[in-house]
């Protein structure tokens, strides 16, 4: 089991470009999550996507989007970058169908994202 | 989700045990605690969570105090390894994983 994986490992871009950063989740999983890591600091959620839809979503604006495939796999897509976008972002997947259980997360190595 | 409190860091002795604690006074009812850390440079690992019964697991024990206002994460015999950012979240039940708040976290240093 490769666990979670995220592509790339690092980018860099400019202001004003677009990104776009995936996520495999772990096998049996079918719930991914989006987290921004600014240095020095916890994970901020930004959203999170299950049956293709996005079912949470964290105090982030709309510059930040996001798709999941059939195969729960996902994107995170950012336009119009800004400086203070760069940050580790990270990608985790759970298992549930939103029922009355939890479950925990496991998180990828995360990308590290520099806007310039 | 409830928001929580934690020391910015500790430090331990090798082969001690670590105790971190977390306050989350504003818990619900419905309310897990769960616990994750960060050792530099990768993503966050899970490491045990409950609701109001104490928990163990091969990695660490969970202590949640009666009235669930605050919980302590116990590490029985500390090793190197263990120096990492460790997070306290507190979060829905019925609800998917995801959405947790994260805070700032407890830097522990492991020293030898």
């Known amino acids: 089991d490769a666990g979670v994986t995220q592509s790339p490992t690092h980018l860099i871009k400019t202001r004003g470009q677009q990104v776009t950063l995936r996520c495999s989740p772990k096998?049996?999983?079918?719930?991914v999550s989006w987290y921004q890591q600014a240095l020095g600091q916890g994970p901020q959620f930004i959203f999170q996507?299950?049956?293709?839809?996005?079912?949470q979503r964290g105090n982030f604006p709309d510059r930040f989007s996001g798709h999941q495939f059939p195969n729960y796999s996902s994107e995170l897509n950012v336009n119009a970058l800004l400086l203070g976008d760069s940050a580790l972002y990270l990608c985790a997947s759970s298992s549930g169908t939103g029922g009355d259980y939890r479950t925990e997360q496991f998180f990828g190595p995360g990308t590290r994202l520099t806007v310039l | 989700d409830a928001k929580t409190t934690q020391p910015p860091s500790m430090d331990c002795a090798e082969g001690r045990a670590a105790n971190l604690p977390c306050n989350h006074s504003t818990i619900s009812g419905n309310e897990y605690v769960y616990w994750y850390r960060q050792i530099h440079s990768q993503g966050p690992q899970y490491i045990i969570h409950g609701l109001k019964n104490n928990e163990t697991n091969e990695m660490a024990s969970l202590i949640i105090t009666e009235d669930r206002k605050s919980s302590t994460l116990i590490l029985p015999h500390a090793t190197l390894r263990d120096t990492a950012v460790y997070y306290c979240i507190v979060s829905p039940r019925n609800t998917n994983a995801g959405k947790s708040t994260f805070g700032d976290g407890t830097t522990l240093t492991v020293k030898p």
């Open positions: 996507y299950y049956e293709e839809e996005e079912r």
């Open positions: 096998s049996g999983h079918d719930t």
